[in-house]
Protein backbone atom coordinates (compact mmCIF):
# COMPACT_ATOMS: atom_id res chain seq x y z
CA UNK A 1 0.00 0.00 0.00
CA UNK A 2 2.45 2.52 1.30
CA UNK A 3 4.58 1.78 -2.35
CA UNK A 4 1.61 2.80 -4.39
CA UNK A 5 0.86 5.87 -2.69
CA UNK A 6 4.61 6.69 -2.73
CA UNK A 7 4.28 6.01 -6.64
CA UNK A 8 1.22 8.53 -6.87
CA UNK A 9 3.02 10.94 -4.97
CA UNK A 10 5.93 10.60 -7.49
CA UNK A 11 3.57 10.37 -10.69
CA UNK A 12 1.82 14.02 -9.42
CA UNK A 13 5.25 15.64 -8.89
CA UNK A 14 6.26 14.58 -12.52
CA UNK A 15 3.30 16.05 -13.96
CA UNK A 16 3.58 18.86 -11.75
CA UNK A 17 7.25 19.33 -13.07
CA UNK A 18 6.32 18.54 -16.57
CA UNK A 19 4.02 21.56 -16.25
CA UNK A 20 6.36 23.97 -14.67
CA UNK A 21 9.01 23.12 -17.57
CA UNK A 22 6.25 24.09 -20.08
CA UNK A 23 5.96 27.51 -18.97
CA UNK A 24 9.09 27.93 -18.11
CA UNK A 25 10.12 27.18 -21.62
CA UNK A 26 7.22 30.05 -22.46
CA UNK A 27 8.47 31.99 -19.94
CA UNK A 28 12.41 31.70 -21.59
CA UNK A 29 10.96 32.41 -25.19
CA UNK A 30 9.19 35.36 -23.92
CA UNK A 31 12.41 36.93 -22.08
CA UNK A 32 14.03 36.12 -25.43
CA UNK A 33 11.46 38.21 -27.30
CA UNK A 34 11.80 40.90 -24.91
CA UNK A 35 15.63 41.04 -24.83
CA UNK A 36 15.41 40.76 -29.16
CA UNK A 37 13.42 44.11 -29.01
CA UNK A 38 14.70 45.67 -26.21
CA UNK A 39 18.09 45.43 -28.56
CA UNK A 40 16.42 46.48 -31.72
CA UNK A 41 15.06 49.52 -29.94
CA UNK A 42 18.21 50.54 -28.63
CA UNK A 43 20.05 49.93 -31.96
CA UNK A 44 17.48 52.36 -33.50
CA UNK A 45 17.88 55.05 -30.96
CA UNK A 46 21.60 55.11 -31.01
CA UNK A 47 21.46 55.12 -35.25
CA UNK A 48 19.00 58.20 -34.39
CA UNK A 49 21.41 60.04 -32.77
CA UNK A 50 24.24 59.33 -34.82
CA UNK A 51 26.21 62.42 -35.51
CA UNK A 52 28.48 63.70 -38.57
CA UNK A 53 30.27 65.65 -36.60
CA UNK A 54 31.69 63.35 -34.74
CA UNK A 55 33.55 61.26 -36.30
CA UNK A 56 35.09 57.02 -35.53
CA UNK A 57 38.75 56.67 -36.54
CA UNK A 58 38.07 54.71 -39.87
CA UNK A 59 39.54 51.21 -40.04
CA UNK A 60 42.07 50.97 -42.68
CA UNK A 61 43.46 47.46 -44.12
CA UNK A 62 47.27 46.97 -45.58
CA UNK A 63 47.01 44.10 -48.13
CA UNK A 64 49.41 43.41 -51.00
CA UNK A 65 52.05 40.33 -51.83
CA UNK A 66 54.57 39.24 -50.12
CA UNK A 67 57.93 41.24 -49.63
CA UNK A 68 55.92 44.83 -51.33
CA UNK A 69 56.70 46.08 -48.15
CA UNK A 70 53.43 46.01 -46.37
CA UNK A 71 54.98 45.94 -42.45
CA UNK A 72 57.85 48.30 -43.34
CA UNK A 73 55.06 51.49 -44.64
CA UNK A 74 53.58 50.70 -41.33
CA UNK A 75 56.66 50.73 -39.50
CA UNK A 76 58.00 54.14 -41.32
CA UNK A 77 54.56 55.92 -40.34
CA UNK A 78 54.99 54.95 -36.72
CA UNK A 79 58.79 55.57 -36.24
CA UNK A 80 58.52 59.04 -37.92
CA UNK A 81 56.41 59.91 -34.78
CA UNK A 82 58.49 58.21 -32.21
CA UNK A 83 62.18 60.19 -33.34
CA UNK A 84 60.68 63.64 -32.80
CA UNK A 85 60.24 62.41 -29.07
CA UNK A 86 56.24 62.75 -29.27
CA UNK A 87 54.89 61.73 -25.80
CA UNK A 88 51.30 60.84 -26.68
CA UNK A 89 52.42 59.14 -30.02
CA UNK A 90 51.26 56.62 -32.03
CA UNK A 91 50.34 52.99 -30.09
CA UNK A 92 51.77 50.05 -31.34
CA UNK A 93 48.73 47.81 -31.34
CA UNK A 94 47.29 44.16 -31.42
CA UNK A 95 47.33 43.54 -35.28
CA UNK A 96 46.83 47.55 -35.50
CA UNK A 97 48.50 50.60 -35.10
CA UNK A 98 46.92 53.62 -34.28
CA UNK A 99 47.90 57.17 -35.57
CA UNK A 100 45.84 59.86 -33.56
CA UNK A 101 45.10 62.80 -34.89
CA UNK A 102 48.30 64.54 -33.49
CA UNK A 103 50.38 62.38 -35.50
CA UNK A 104 48.55 62.30 -38.53
CA UNK A 105 49.05 66.76 -38.20
CA UNK A 106 52.27 66.35 -37.72
CA UNK A 107 53.11 63.73 -40.88
CA UNK A 108 51.30 65.84 -43.34
CA UNK A 109 52.41 69.13 -42.24
CA UNK A 110 54.81 69.23 -45.14
CA UNK A 111 52.42 68.73 -47.84
CA UNK A 112 52.17 72.50 -47.38
CA UNK A 113 48.76 73.17 -49.71
CA UNK A 114 47.50 69.95 -49.05
CA UNK A 115 47.49 70.08 -45.48
CA UNK A 116 45.00 73.22 -45.46
CA UNK A 117 42.57 69.80 -45.32
CA UNK A 118 41.02 69.70 -41.27
CA UNK A 119 41.52 66.95 -40.04
CA UNK A 120 38.05 65.67 -38.38
CA UNK A 121 38.82 61.76 -37.77
CA UNK A 122 40.35 61.32 -34.35
CA UNK A 123 43.01 59.38 -35.82
CA UNK A 124 43.48 56.12 -38.03
CA UNK A 125 43.38 52.48 -37.08
CA UNK A 126 45.36 50.91 -39.47
CA UNK A 127 45.48 47.09 -39.72
CA UNK A 128 48.22 45.18 -40.99
CA UNK A 129 46.55 41.98 -42.00
CA UNK A 130 49.11 38.85 -42.33
CA UNK A 131 47.17 36.90 -45.46
CA UNK A 132 43.80 37.02 -46.53
CA UNK A 133 42.49 35.08 -43.42
CA UNK A 134 42.90 37.63 -41.22
CA UNK A 135 41.75 40.04 -43.68
CA UNK A 136 38.87 38.00 -44.15
CA UNK A 137 38.26 37.44 -40.00
CA UNK A 138 37.74 41.21 -40.24
CA UNK A 139 33.74 41.06 -40.74
CA UNK A 140 30.84 43.07 -39.25
CA UNK A 141 27.66 41.14 -40.10
CA UNK A 142 28.57 39.76 -43.42
CA UNK A 143 30.24 43.50 -44.89
CA UNK A 144 33.71 43.87 -44.12
CA UNK A 145 34.73 45.73 -41.20
CA UNK A 146 37.30 47.53 -42.73
CA UNK A 147 36.28 51.24 -44.03
CA UNK A 148 39.14 51.65 -46.39
CA UNK A 149 42.04 49.90 -47.61
CA UNK A 150 45.52 50.12 -48.80
CA UNK A 151 46.65 48.04 -51.61
CA UNK A 152 50.66 47.80 -51.74
CA UNK A 153 52.57 47.71 -54.99
CA UNK A 154 56.02 47.02 -55.57
CA UNK A 155 56.42 49.74 -58.30
CA UNK A 156 59.38 47.39 -59.92
CA UNK A 157 57.20 44.15 -60.33
CA UNK A 158 53.78 45.42 -60.70
CA UNK A 159 50.84 43.00 -60.26
CA UNK A 160 51.50 40.11 -58.58
CA UNK A 161 49.52 36.92 -57.94
CA UNK A 162 48.66 38.07 -54.44
CA UNK A 163 48.45 41.48 -55.39
CA UNK A 164 45.44 40.30 -58.15
CA UNK A 165 44.24 38.31 -55.18
CA UNK A 166 43.84 40.89 -52.93
CA UNK A 167 42.03 42.82 -55.86
CA UNK A 168 39.55 40.41 -56.19
CA UNK A 169 38.97 40.28 -52.36
CA UNK A 170 38.37 43.87 -52.06
CA UNK A 171 35.95 43.98 -54.76
CA UNK A 172 33.73 41.02 -53.65
CA UNK A 173 33.63 43.12 -50.05
CA UNK A 174 32.70 46.16 -52.18
CA UNK A 175 35.90 48.33 -49.91
CA UNK A 176 37.31 51.11 -51.44
CA UNK A 177 41.08 51.14 -51.69
CA UNK A 178 43.60 53.30 -52.49
CA UNK A 179 47.08 51.88 -53.72
CA UNK A 180 50.75 52.76 -52.79
CA UNK A 181 52.93 52.01 -55.29
CA UNK A 182 55.93 51.34 -53.01
CA UNK A 183 59.78 51.50 -53.51
CA UNK A 184 60.23 54.44 -55.80
CA UNK A 185 63.75 54.79 -54.63
CA UNK A 186 64.70 51.79 -56.72
CA UNK A 187 63.71 53.79 -59.60
CA UNK A 188 67.51 53.73 -61.20
CA UNK A 189 69.86 56.70 -59.82
CA UNK A 190 66.74 58.23 -57.51
CA UNK A 191 67.98 60.82 -55.03
CA UNK A 192 66.01 60.36 -51.87
CA UNK A 193 64.40 63.10 -49.82
CA UNK A 194 63.47 61.53 -46.30
CA UNK A 195 59.97 62.11 -45.34
CA UNK A 196 58.90 64.78 -48.22
CA UNK A 197 55.70 64.35 -50.24
CA UNK A 198 56.06 62.72 -53.46
CA UNK A 199 55.41 66.26 -55.64
CA UNK A 200 58.44 67.66 -53.66
CA UNK A 201 60.64 65.00 -54.24
CA UNK A 202 60.07 64.03 -58.09
CA UNK A 203 60.56 67.46 -58.76
CA UNK A 204 63.88 67.04 -57.27
CA UNK A 205 64.73 64.22 -59.27
CA UNK A 206 67.16 63.98 -62.48
CA UNK A 207 65.10 63.82 -66.28
CA UNK A 208 66.16 60.25 -66.74
CA UNK A 209 65.07 59.46 -63.70
CA UNK A 210 61.41 61.11 -64.06
CA UNK A 211 60.97 59.47 -67.86
CA UNK A 212 61.99 55.60 -65.45
CA UNK A 213 59.32 56.59 -63.00
CA UNK A 214 56.71 57.41 -65.46
CA UNK A 215 57.56 54.37 -67.08
CA UNK A 216 57.07 52.21 -64.49
CA UNK A 217 53.62 53.77 -63.26
CA UNK A 218 52.58 53.55 -66.80
CA UNK A 219 52.83 49.80 -67.03
CA UNK A 220 51.28 49.43 -63.66
CA UNK A 221 48.25 51.38 -64.72
CA UNK A 222 47.95 49.16 -67.89
CA UNK A 223 48.13 46.02 -65.31
CA UNK A 224 45.26 47.58 -63.76
CA UNK A 225 43.18 48.31 -66.69
CA UNK A 226 43.58 44.88 -67.37
CA UNK A 227 42.00 43.96 -63.84
CA UNK A 228 39.20 46.36 -65.25
CA UNK A 229 40.03 49.21 -62.63
CA UNK A 230 40.71 52.77 -63.74
CA UNK A 231 43.89 54.30 -61.95
CA UNK A 232 45.79 57.55 -61.93
CA UNK A 233 48.59 58.89 -59.62
CA UNK A 234 46.82 60.88 -56.54
CA UNK A 235 47.70 64.20 -57.47
CA UNK A 236 46.44 63.83 -61.13
CA UNK A 237 43.31 62.48 -59.46
CA UNK A 238 40.23 64.93 -60.03
CA UNK A 239 37.79 61.92 -60.55
CA UNK A 240 38.37 59.78 -56.63
CA UNK A 241 35.28 57.73 -57.36
CA UNK A 242 36.07 56.28 -60.95
CA UNK A 243 39.48 56.18 -60.43
CA UNK A 244 41.76 54.43 -57.64
CA UNK A 245 44.73 56.81 -56.72
CA UNK A 246 47.91 55.57 -57.01
CA UNK A 247 50.27 57.26 -54.08
CA UNK A 248 54.32 56.64 -55.15
CA UNK A 249 56.19 55.55 -51.62
CA UNK A 250 59.22 54.49 -50.11
CA UNK A 251 58.94 52.54 -46.69
CA UNK A 252 62.79 53.10 -46.85
CA UNK A 253 62.71 56.73 -47.37
CA UNK A 254 59.30 57.63 -45.86
CA UNK A 255 58.77 59.85 -49.14
CA UNK A 256 55.09 59.90 -50.38
CA UNK A 257 53.59 58.71 -46.94
CA UNK A 258 52.34 62.30 -45.93
CA UNK A 259 50.83 62.28 -49.15
CA UNK A 260 49.16 58.80 -48.31
CA UNK A 261 48.29 59.72 -44.73
CA UNK A 262 46.60 62.80 -46.11
CA UNK A 263 44.63 60.95 -48.96
CA UNK A 264 43.67 58.24 -46.53
CA UNK A 265 42.28 61.24 -43.98
CA UNK A 266 40.53 62.92 -47.18
CA UNK A 267 38.76 59.98 -48.61
CA UNK A 268 37.25 58.64 -45.37
CA UNK A 269 36.09 61.92 -44.20
CA UNK A 270 35.00 63.16 -47.52
CA UNK A 271 33.26 60.11 -49.07
CA UNK A 272 32.33 58.17 -45.70
CA UNK A 273 31.22 60.69 -43.40
CA UNK A 274 27.93 58.77 -43.16
CA UNK A 275 29.36 55.24 -41.99
CA UNK A 276 32.23 56.90 -39.65
CA UNK A 277 29.38 58.69 -37.95
CA UNK A 278 29.86 57.44 -34.17
CA UNK A 279 27.46 54.99 -32.96
CA UNK A 280 26.95 54.31 -29.28
CA UNK A 281 26.13 50.48 -30.57
CA UNK A 282 28.47 48.40 -29.72
CA UNK A 283 29.96 46.26 -32.48
CA UNK A 284 32.83 44.09 -32.17
CA UNK A 285 34.70 41.55 -33.97
CA UNK A 286 37.34 38.69 -32.77
CA UNK A 287 40.43 38.94 -34.96
CA UNK A 288 42.27 36.52 -32.73
CA UNK A 289 42.10 33.63 -29.87
CA UNK A 290 46.37 33.91 -28.40
CA UNK A 291 47.60 32.77 -25.02
CA UNK A 292 49.95 35.55 -23.60
CA UNK A 293 52.68 34.55 -20.83
CA UNK A 294 51.25 35.85 -17.71
CA UNK A 295 47.71 36.70 -18.85
CA UNK A 296 46.45 33.55 -20.24
CA UNK A 297 44.22 33.13 -22.77
CA UNK A 298 43.22 36.89 -24.47
CA UNK A 299 40.96 37.74 -27.31
CA UNK A 300 42.32 40.86 -29.97
CA UNK A 301 38.94 42.64 -31.14
CA UNK A 302 38.30 45.16 -33.43
CA UNK A 303 36.10 47.68 -31.42
CA UNK A 304 34.43 49.46 -34.62
CA UNK A 305 31.39 51.33 -32.82
CA UNK A 306 30.16 51.59 -29.14
CA UNK A 307 32.22 51.81 -25.72
CA UNK A 308 33.40 48.58 -24.38
CA UNK A 309 33.84 48.76 -20.37
CA UNK A 310 35.65 46.54 -17.78
CA UNK A 311 33.56 44.06 -15.95
CA UNK A 312 30.66 43.71 -19.46
CA UNK A 313 29.19 40.42 -19.66
CA UNK A 314 30.62 38.96 -22.76
CA UNK A 315 28.28 36.51 -25.11
CA UNK A 316 31.31 35.47 -27.77
CA UNK A 317 30.90 32.13 -30.23
CA UNK A 318 32.35 28.95 -29.08
CA UNK A 319 33.96 26.40 -31.09
CA UNK A 320 31.57 24.20 -28.68
CA UNK A 321 28.40 26.68 -28.55
CA UNK A 322 28.50 30.27 -26.91
CA UNK A 323 30.46 31.43 -24.08
CA UNK A 324 29.54 33.44 -21.41
CA UNK A 325 32.15 35.43 -19.85
CA UNK A 326 33.56 38.04 -17.68
CA UNK A 327 35.49 40.96 -19.17
CA UNK A 328 38.22 40.89 -16.36
CA UNK A 329 40.62 43.68 -18.39
CA UNK A 330 40.76 45.74 -21.45
CA UNK A 331 44.39 46.33 -22.13
CA UNK A 332 46.13 48.69 -24.77
CA UNK A 333 49.83 49.00 -25.57
CA UNK A 334 50.97 51.60 -24.08
CA UNK A 335 52.42 55.12 -26.22
CA UNK A 336 55.43 53.66 -27.63
CA UNK A 337 57.86 55.57 -26.25
CA UNK A 338 57.73 53.26 -23.14
CA UNK A 339 57.48 50.32 -24.94
CA UNK A 340 60.72 49.08 -23.39
CA UNK A 341 58.65 48.76 -19.91
CA UNK A 342 58.27 45.23 -19.18
CA UNK A 343 54.44 45.53 -18.32
CA UNK A 344 53.77 46.25 -21.97
CA UNK A 345 50.29 46.81 -21.52
CA UNK A 346 48.24 49.42 -19.99
CA UNK A 347 44.63 49.00 -18.57
CA UNK A 348 41.30 50.66 -19.30
CA UNK A 349 38.25 50.80 -17.71
CA UNK A 350 36.79 51.60 -20.56
CA UNK A 351 37.55 51.78 -24.74
CA UNK A 352 35.54 53.88 -27.14
CA UNK A 353 35.32 53.46 -30.83
CA UNK A 354 37.46 52.68 -33.01
CA UNK A 355 39.74 50.78 -31.25
CA UNK A 356 41.59 47.22 -31.40
CA UNK A 357 41.45 45.93 -27.49
CA UNK A 358 43.27 42.71 -25.95
CA UNK A 359 39.88 41.36 -23.98
CA UNK A 360 40.81 39.16 -21.00
CA UNK A 361 38.23 37.11 -19.68
CA UNK A 362 37.74 33.09 -18.60
CA UNK A 363 36.72 30.63 -20.31
CA UNK A 364 37.77 32.46 -24.02
CA UNK A 365 40.25 29.63 -24.95
CA UNK A 366 37.26 28.37 -27.40
CA UNK A 367 36.17 31.78 -29.05
CA UNK A 368 35.92 31.80 -32.99
CA UNK A 369 37.86 34.49 -34.34
CA UNK A 370 36.08 36.20 -37.34
CA UNK A 371 32.55 36.19 -35.09
CA UNK A 372 31.07 39.22 -33.01
CA UNK A 373 31.31 39.77 -29.98
CA UNK A 374 28.03 41.02 -27.80
CA UNK A 375 27.97 42.72 -24.36
CA UNK A 376 24.64 41.67 -22.10
CA UNK A 377 23.20 44.71 -20.01
CA UNK A 378 21.04 42.42 -18.15
CA UNK A 379 20.61 38.51 -17.22
CA UNK A 380 17.36 38.42 -19.45
CA UNK A 381 19.74 39.52 -22.59
CA UNK A 382 21.88 36.28 -22.44
CA UNK A 383 19.64 33.45 -23.67
CA UNK A 384 19.02 36.11 -26.61
CA UNK A 385 22.37 36.61 -27.07
CA UNK A 386 23.50 33.01 -27.13
CA UNK A 387 21.19 32.50 -29.68
CA UNK A 388 22.72 35.39 -31.81
CA UNK A 389 25.88 34.08 -31.43
CA UNK A 390 25.08 30.63 -32.44
CA UNK A 391 22.50 31.86 -35.45
CA UNK A 392 25.81 34.24 -36.78
CA UNK A 393 28.05 31.03 -37.01
CA UNK A 394 25.78 28.86 -38.40
CA UNK A 395 24.86 31.23 -41.17
CA UNK A 396 28.17 31.90 -42.22
CA UNK A 397 28.96 28.24 -42.31
CA UNK A 398 25.93 27.80 -44.50
CA UNK A 399 26.66 30.44 -46.26
CA UNK A 400 29.45 28.34 -47.59
CA UNK A 401 28.88 26.63 -51.00
CA UNK A 402 29.21 22.23 -50.10
CA UNK A 403 28.91 19.02 -52.76
CA UNK A 404 27.55 15.91 -51.98
CA UNK A 405 31.06 14.31 -52.77
CA UNK A 406 34.12 15.58 -51.20
CA UNK A 407 36.41 16.10 -48.11
CA UNK A 408 35.26 17.36 -45.05
CA UNK A 409 36.82 20.64 -43.54
CA UNK A 410 38.13 21.96 -40.38
CA UNK A 411 39.38 25.47 -39.22
CA UNK A 412 40.31 27.68 -36.42
CA UNK A 413 38.60 30.56 -37.59
CA UNK A 414 35.96 31.76 -39.86
CA UNK A 415 38.87 33.54 -41.96
CA UNK A 416 41.44 30.35 -41.88
CA UNK A 417 37.98 28.42 -43.01
CA UNK A 418 36.81 31.23 -45.95
CA UNK A 419 40.98 31.02 -47.31
CA UNK A 420 41.35 27.51 -46.98
CA UNK A 421 37.96 26.76 -48.69
CA UNK A 422 39.10 29.10 -51.76
CA UNK A 423 42.20 27.73 -52.11
CA UNK A 424 40.64 24.45 -52.19
CA UNK A 425 38.23 25.88 -54.84
CA UNK A 426 40.93 26.89 -57.32
CA UNK A 427 42.74 23.57 -57.03
CA UNK A 428 39.53 21.88 -57.78
CA UNK A 429 39.39 19.79 -54.53
CA UNK A 430 35.30 19.12 -53.94
CA UNK A 431 34.28 20.14 -50.37
CA UNK A 432 31.69 18.26 -48.64
CA UNK A 433 31.44 19.62 -45.46
CA UNK A 434 32.69 22.06 -43.12
CA UNK A 435 33.29 22.78 -39.38
CA UNK A 436 34.90 25.29 -36.84
CA UNK A 437 37.02 23.94 -33.80
CA UNK A 438 38.93 20.49 -33.21
CA UNK A 439 38.36 17.89 -34.67
CA UNK A 440 35.76 15.32 -32.76
CA UNK A 441 34.31 11.60 -32.93
CA UNK A 442 31.43 13.06 -34.43
CA UNK A 443 33.41 14.47 -37.67
CA UNK A 444 34.89 11.64 -37.99
CA UNK A 445 31.40 9.85 -38.75
CA UNK A 446 30.35 12.66 -40.59
CA UNK A 447 33.57 11.88 -43.14
CA UNK A 448 33.20 8.14 -42.89
CA UNK A 449 29.69 8.45 -44.73
CA UNK A 450 31.82 9.26 -47.93
CA UNK A 451 32.64 5.43 -48.05
CA UNK A 452 28.89 4.55 -49.06
CA UNK A 453 29.89 6.18 -51.97
CA UNK A 454 31.72 4.08 -54.47
CA UNK A 455 32.40 7.51 -56.23
CA UNK A 456 33.29 9.35 -52.88
CA UNK A 457 34.91 6.78 -51.14
CA UNK A 458 38.84 8.63 -51.75
CA UNK A 459 37.33 11.66 -50.14
CA UNK A 460 37.04 10.25 -46.88
CA UNK A 461 39.48 12.50 -45.37
CA UNK A 462 39.37 15.23 -43.36
CA UNK A 463 41.74 18.35 -43.31
CA UNK A 464 42.07 19.78 -40.37
CA UNK A 465 43.87 23.52 -40.82
CA UNK A 466 45.12 24.54 -37.34
CA UNK A 467 43.34 22.55 -35.08
CA UNK A 468 43.76 19.38 -32.37
CA UNK A 469 42.68 16.28 -32.91
CA UNK A 470 41.25 14.34 -29.90
CA UNK A 471 42.05 10.94 -29.24
CA UNK A 472 38.57 9.32 -29.83
CA UNK A 473 38.52 10.43 -33.45
CA UNK A 474 41.86 9.42 -34.10
CA UNK A 475 40.86 5.97 -33.06
CA UNK A 476 38.00 6.47 -34.50
CA UNK A 477 39.23 7.43 -38.09
CA UNK A 478 41.77 4.43 -37.77
CA UNK A 479 38.76 2.00 -37.59
CA UNK A 480 36.60 3.38 -40.25
CA UNK A 481 39.74 4.31 -42.59
CA UNK A 482 39.40 7.70 -42.14
CA UNK A 483 42.58 9.76 -43.22
CA UNK A 484 43.39 13.19 -41.30
CA UNK A 485 45.55 15.58 -42.08
CA UNK A 486 46.79 18.34 -40.16
CA UNK A 487 48.55 21.36 -40.91
CA UNK A 488 48.96 24.82 -39.77
CA UNK A 489 50.20 26.38 -43.19
CA UNK A 490 47.45 25.88 -46.14
CA UNK A 491 49.92 24.96 -48.53
CA UNK A 492 51.50 22.04 -46.47
CA UNK A 493 47.52 20.85 -45.88
CA UNK A 494 46.99 20.90 -49.73
CA UNK A 495 50.34 18.92 -50.65
CA UNK A 496 49.56 15.97 -48.51
CA UNK A 497 46.13 15.56 -49.64
CA UNK A 498 47.64 15.38 -53.16
CA UNK A 499 50.17 13.06 -52.13
CA UNK A 500 47.49 10.92 -50.41
CA UNK A 501 45.34 11.03 -53.96
CA UNK A 502 48.15 10.67 -56.22
CA UNK A 503 48.55 7.29 -53.94
CA UNK A 504 45.09 5.98 -54.49
CA UNK A 505 45.33 6.65 -58.05
CA UNK A 506 48.29 4.85 -58.17
CA UNK A 507 46.78 1.56 -56.35
CA UNK A 508 43.29 1.64 -58.09
CA UNK A 509 45.26 1.44 -61.07
CA UNK A 510 47.41 -1.33 -59.79
CA UNK A 511 44.60 -3.41 -59.17
CA UNK A 512 42.84 -2.31 -62.66
CA UNK A 513 45.32 -3.00 -65.04
CA UNK A 514 44.55 -6.40 -65.82
CA UNK A 515 40.56 -5.31 -66.32
CA UNK A 516 40.88 -1.94 -68.40
CA UNK A 517 41.67 -2.52 -71.78
CA UNK A 518 43.13 0.70 -73.95
CA UNK A 519 41.29 0.49 -77.34
CA UNK A 520 43.77 -0.48 -80.22
CA UNK A 521 43.77 -1.32 -84.24
CA UNK A 522 46.63 -3.56 -85.44
CA UNK A 523 47.78 -4.81 -89.08
CA UNK A 524 50.60 -7.46 -89.23
CA UNK A 525 53.48 -5.52 -91.31
CA UNK A 526 54.25 -8.04 -94.77
CA UNK A 527 56.34 -10.64 -94.03
CA UNK A 528 56.55 -10.33 -90.18
CA UNK A 529 54.92 -13.21 -88.96
CA UNK A 530 58.18 -14.52 -86.63
CA UNK A 531 56.44 -17.27 -85.25
CA UNK A 532 53.14 -18.56 -86.62
CA UNK A 533 51.83 -21.24 -84.01
CA UNK A 534 51.55 -19.99 -80.57
CA UNK A 535 52.89 -18.24 -78.61
CA UNK A 536 52.78 -15.72 -81.61
CA UNK A 537 55.36 -13.19 -82.63
CA UNK A 538 54.72 -10.59 -85.11
CA UNK A 539 55.55 -7.60 -86.60
CA UNK A 540 52.47 -5.25 -86.43
CA UNK A 541 52.09 -1.28 -87.18
CA UNK A 542 49.40 0.57 -84.34
CA UNK A 543 46.71 1.88 -87.14
CA UNK A 544 44.95 3.45 -84.01
CA UNK A 545 44.63 3.80 -80.19
CA UNK A 546 47.68 2.70 -77.81
CA UNK A 547 48.68 -0.51 -77.43
CA UNK A 548 49.80 -2.11 -74.07
CA UNK A 549 51.02 -5.17 -72.57
CA UNK A 550 48.02 -6.99 -71.26
CA UNK A 551 46.00 -6.43 -73.64
CA UNK A 552 43.67 -8.93 -75.28
CA UNK A 553 43.79 -9.47 -79.27
CA UNK A 554 40.85 -10.79 -81.60
CA UNK A 555 40.12 -11.01 -85.05
CA UNK A 556 36.58 -9.34 -85.86
CA UNK A 557 36.55 -10.48 -89.45
CA UNK A 558 37.07 -14.15 -88.34
CA UNK A 559 34.13 -14.01 -86.21
CA UNK A 560 36.25 -12.50 -83.03
CA UNK A 561 38.29 -15.36 -83.03
CA UNK A 562 40.81 -14.27 -79.77
CA UNK A 563 43.88 -14.76 -80.26
CA UNK A 564 45.49 -14.52 -76.69
CA UNK A 565 47.07 -11.65 -74.44
CA UNK A 566 49.89 -9.35 -75.23
CA UNK A 567 52.60 -10.25 -72.81
CA UNK A 568 55.23 -8.43 -74.19
CA UNK A 569 56.11 -5.24 -76.48
CA UNK A 570 59.22 -4.34 -78.75
CA UNK A 571 60.80 -1.74 -80.42
CA UNK A 572 64.22 -2.02 -82.09
CA UNK A 573 64.95 -4.94 -79.61
CA UNK A 574 63.68 -3.30 -76.38
CA UNK A 575 60.66 -3.53 -74.00
CA UNK A 576 58.15 -0.65 -74.18
CA UNK A 577 55.54 -0.27 -71.96
CA UNK A 578 52.93 0.95 -75.55
CA UNK A 579 53.24 1.89 -78.78
CA UNK A 580 50.72 4.46 -80.08
CA UNK A 581 49.82 5.35 -83.50
CA UNK A 582 51.90 5.27 -86.12
CA UNK A 583 54.59 3.20 -84.41
CA UNK A 584 55.74 -0.27 -85.68
CA UNK A 585 57.01 -2.89 -82.77
CA UNK A 586 57.41 -6.71 -82.32
CA UNK A 587 54.53 -7.97 -80.17
CA UNK A 588 54.61 -11.29 -78.21
CA UNK A 589 50.98 -13.08 -78.03
CA UNK A 590 50.04 -15.52 -74.65
CA UNK A 591 47.18 -17.80 -75.68
CA UNK A 592 45.12 -19.67 -72.50
CA UNK A 593 43.36 -22.28 -74.24
CA UNK A 594 43.28 -23.54 -78.16
CA UNK A 595 46.72 -22.21 -80.03
CA UNK A 596 46.31 -20.17 -82.47
CA UNK A 597 48.37 -20.84 -86.13
CA UNK A 598 48.66 -17.78 -88.49
CA UNK A 599 46.82 -19.27 -91.90
CA UNK A 600 44.77 -21.02 -90.38
CA UNK A 601 42.73 -19.46 -87.20
CA UNK A 602 43.69 -15.67 -89.03
CA UNK A 603 45.40 -14.41 -92.06
CA UNK A 604 48.50 -12.41 -92.16
CA UNK A 605 45.83 -9.72 -94.06
CA UNK A 606 43.43 -9.51 -91.21
CA UNK A 607 43.31 -6.66 -88.82
CA UNK A 608 43.53 -7.19 -85.06
CA UNK A 609 41.85 -5.21 -82.13
CA UNK A 610 42.15 -4.95 -78.48
CA UNK A 611 38.98 -6.65 -76.93
CA UNK A 612 36.39 -4.83 -75.25
CA UNK A 613 33.56 -5.51 -72.39
CA UNK A 614 31.19 -3.33 -70.44
CA UNK A 615 33.84 -4.06 -67.36
CA UNK A 616 37.23 -3.03 -69.38
CA UNK A 617 35.53 0.35 -70.54
CA UNK A 618 34.17 1.17 -66.63
CA UNK A 619 37.54 0.93 -65.81
CA UNK A 620 39.16 3.16 -68.54
CA UNK A 621 36.65 6.01 -67.20
CA UNK A 622 36.75 5.50 -63.78
CA UNK A 623 40.52 4.87 -62.99
CA UNK A 624 42.30 5.76 -66.50
CA UNK A 625 40.41 8.78 -67.66
CA UNK A 626 43.74 10.92 -67.50
CA UNK A 627 45.78 8.68 -69.79
CA UNK A 628 43.20 8.17 -72.28
CA UNK A 629 43.38 10.91 -75.17
CA UNK A 630 40.62 12.19 -77.01
CA UNK A 631 41.18 10.18 -80.41
CA UNK A 632 41.35 6.86 -78.18
CA UNK A 633 38.09 7.66 -76.84
CA UNK A 634 36.39 7.88 -80.50
CA UNK A 635 37.97 4.74 -81.66
CA UNK A 636 36.79 3.35 -78.15
CA UNK A 637 32.81 4.44 -79.02
CA UNK A 638 33.64 2.58 -82.86
CA UNK A 639 34.47 -0.48 -80.78
CA UNK A 640 31.80 -0.37 -78.52
CA UNK A 641 29.48 -0.71 -81.80
CA UNK A 642 31.50 -3.21 -83.40
CA UNK A 643 31.13 -5.64 -80.05
CA UNK A 644 27.73 -4.25 -79.28
CA UNK A 645 28.37 -3.19 -75.64
CA UNK A 646 25.41 -1.55 -73.83
Not at 382 to 390: A, R
Request: proline share 4%; glycine share 6%.
Amino acid sequence: YSMSESESESDSDEDGSGSESGSEDDEEVAKKREAAKRFEEQRKAALARKDKDKLRSPICCVLGHVDTGKTKILDKIRRTNVQTGEAGGITQQIGATYVPMSALQQQTRLLGAGSKTKINVPGLLVIDTPGHESFSNLRSRGSSLCDIAVLVVDLMHGLEPQTIESINLLKSRKTPFVVALNKVDRVFEWVPHANLPIEQTLKKQKGNVKAHFKKKVEETVLQFAEQGLNARLSYENDDMRNFISLVPTSAHTGEGLPDLLMLLVQLTQTYMADKLAYVDSLECTILEVKVIEGLGTTVDVILSNGTIHEGDTLVVCGMNGPIVSQCRALLMPQPLKELRVKNQYMKHKEVVAAQGVKILGKGLEEAVAGTQLYVAQTEDDIGFLKDEVTADLEKALKAIQTVERGVYVQASTLGSLEALLEFLRTSNIPVANVNIGPVHKKDVMKASVMKEHAAGRDYAVILAFDVSVDREARDKADADGVKIFTADIIYHLFDAFTAHMEEVKKAKKEAMKHIAVFPVRLKIVPNCVFNSRSPLVLGVDVVEGVLRPYTPIVVPSREFVELGVVSSIEKDNKPVAEARQGQSVCIKIETTSTPRLVGRHFQETDEMMSKQSRESINALKEVFRDEMTKPDWILLLKMKKLFQIV
